[in-house]
């Protein structure tokens, strides 16, 4: 290896060393061919070679990839990125996926989308904020930012933390934006009139990434670590935060929820496990979910607190009633692998998008009837991770890798 290409490992190393260092797995066998020194160099520490040879996109996928890494500081020659870029393409291509599966009924929507300005963002999650705009995180830029949805003007608002990496969002009742801090290990607030960003460090350097994020209507902000196998608490009042380990280990807390008692739940996507949350005490009580394939990875409360889950590496949906512990399934309409992710209940149905699918779908069911109805996302949608819903009933979306936010209008 010359000199040349040895500088940016010892800057990608250093970049990484303030980081959580999430998989150190097993050694990855990069195929031969130019480029394989680059990745080899300059795509593990953050997150392991593994986790990028076991991706696949088509190449103008590959190319939105380079650019969330170049926007995440990965120290990337720029007359190397073509060559890195084509390597990936070319021994890593999108795996097979299958068709949506376009089903009518009777309800109309139209699906607006709307781009953010910087490419590479990864707008990960969004917001559906009360004055009708959107927001969401830029994962990958380090900004949050605001679609004015009747202007469709975009306005992004910079973190303070370099690296931050936000994830989830929720509004509290002053308009301030909360988010969680994957990468840096914080709860941040950020108050959109003054731009200012106050962050909350977690209390144990075992609490690594701090992913999703509820309001209970006390103003206690509760919060999922996927990979620290943690559930946290912050006073937004006073600023303290409560930490807990989920009794299963690797169980990877993910999507949560407060239901309309103040309770707490969360999906814990490394089982086939949902979990209750006593507010006061954090004593987490488990619902084992029926079949042990089951992986709940987000949430949405329909009438009566009842639990809708998406279950993704199964392409289910899923009703758990927490009173009885009874379980419902079915089968999403685009299939096992059709990835069911973010989920809302809305409008007397439930909405959840298969990121599984190509296109990507907007898949309503309902209740009553037992009855889907899908439509494809415009754009392609290109996994749309989480969902909200507008005050006027909407839901909302974001499409991380197309790099947009959208709203279904329901007619
Ligand atoms: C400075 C840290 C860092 C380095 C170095 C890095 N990445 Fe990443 N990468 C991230 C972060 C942060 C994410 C998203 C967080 C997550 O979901 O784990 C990510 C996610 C990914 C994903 C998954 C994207 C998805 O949509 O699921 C791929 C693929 C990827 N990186 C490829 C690369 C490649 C190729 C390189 C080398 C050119 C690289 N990474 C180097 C930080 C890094």
């Known amino acids: 290896m010359s000199t040349r290409s040895l500088l940016p490992v010892f800057a990608a190393t250093l970049l990484c060393?303030?980081?959580?260092?999430?998989?150190?797995?097993?050694?990855?066998?990069?195929?031969?061919?130019?480029?394989?020194?680059?990745?080899?160099?300059?795509?593990?520490?953050?997150?392991?070679?593994?986790?990028?040879?076991?991706?696949g996109y088509p190449q103008a996928y590959w190319?939105?990839?380079?650019?969330?890494?170049?926007?995440?500081?990965?120290?990337?020659?720029?007359?190397?990125?073509?060559?890195?870029?084509?390597?990936?393409?070319?021994?890593?291509?999108?795996?097979?996926?299958?068709?949506?599966?376009?089903?009518?009924?009777?309800?109309?929507?139209?699906?607006?989308?709307?781009?953010?300005?910087?490419p590479g963002s990864r707008p990960h999650d969004p917001l559906a904020a009360r004055d009708?705009?959107?927001?969401?995180?830029?994962?990958?830029?380090?900004?949050?930012?605001?679609?004015?949805?009747?202007?469709g003007q975009v306005r992004e608002y910079p973190l303070k933390s370099p690296l931050t990496a936000p994830h989830g969002l929720v509004e509290d009742g002053d308009g301030n934006i909360w988010f969680t801090g994957n990468q840096v290990a914080i709860i941040g607030k950020f108050d959109p009139r003054t731009g200012n960003v106050t962050e909350y460090k977690m209390p144990d350097p075992k609490a690594r990434d701090p992913h999703s994020l509820a309001f209970a209507p006390d103003g206690m902000l509760f919060f999922t670590l996927q990979q620290s196998n943690m559930i946290g608490r912050l006073?937004?009042?006073?600023?303290?935060?409560?930490?807990?380990?989920?009794?299963?280990?690797?169980?990877?807390?993910?999507?949560?929820?407060?239901?309309?008692?103040?309770?707490?739940?969360v999906a814990l996507?490394?089982?086939?496990?949902?979990?209750?949350?006593?507010?006061?005490?954090?004593?987490?009580?488990?619902?084992?979910?029926?079949?042990?394939?089951?992986?709940?990875?987000?949430?949405?409360?329909?009438?009566?607190?009842?639990?809708?889950?998406?279950?993704?590496?199964?392409?289910?949906?899923g009703r758990l009633d927490p009173e009885s512990g009874n379980v419902t399934e079915w089968q999403s309409p685009g299939g096992p692998k059709s990835e069911p992710y973010g989920i809302v209940y809305t409008k007397g149905a439930v909405w959840y998008s298969e990121s599984g699918t190509r296109p990507n779908t907007i898949v309503r069911f309902d209740p009553k009837?037992?009855?889907?109805?899908?439509?494809?996302?415009?754009?392609?949608?290109?996994?749309?991770?989480?969902?909200?819903?507008?005050?006027?009933?909407?839901?909302?979306?974001?499409?991380?890798?197309?790099n947009g936010v959208g709203v279904v209008e329901v007619k």
């Open 269 to 317: 996507f490394g089982t086939n496990k949902i979990a209750r949350i006593d507010p006061k005490t954090m004593e987490m009580k488990e619902y084992t979910l029926p079949e042990p394939r089951a992986r709940p990875r987000r949430m949405a409360y329909g009438p009566n607190d009842v639990i809708y889950y998406a279950d993704y590496p199964r392409g289910m949906l």
């Open 132 to 151: 009708g705009a959107i927001w969401y995180t830029g994962q990958m830029s380090n900004r949050l930012g605001r679609v004015d949805t009747k202007t």
């Open 63 to 118: 190319n939105t990839v380079m650019r969330m890494m170049i926007n995440f500081g990965v120290p990337i020659p720029p007359d190397q990125i073509n060559l890195v870029t084509d390597y990936l393409a070319k021994h890593r291509p999108e795996k097979p996926k299958p068709d949506a599966s376009i089903i009518h009924g009777p309800v109309k929507v139209a699906i607006r989308e709307w781009q953010v300005p910087i």
């Open 369 to 402: 009837t037992e009855q889907f109805q899908t439509w494809a996302i415009p754009s392609g949608g290109y996994i749309v991770r989480k969902m909200d819903v507008t005050p006027d009933g909407n839901p909302v979306i974001a499409t991380s890798t197309i």
């Open 235 to 265: 006073d937004s009042k006073s600023g303290e935060i409560t930490l807990v380990t989920s009794p299963t280990p690797r169980s990877r807390p993910y999507g949560i929820m407060v239901n309309s008692k103040g309770v707490p739940h």
């Open 17 to 55: 060393a303030a980081m959580p260092s999430h998989s150190q797995q097993k050694p990855v066998n990069l195929p031969e061919g130019p480029g394989k020194e680059q990745v080899q160099a300059l795509c593990s520490g953050c997150h392991g070679l593994n986790r990028v040879m076991n991706s």
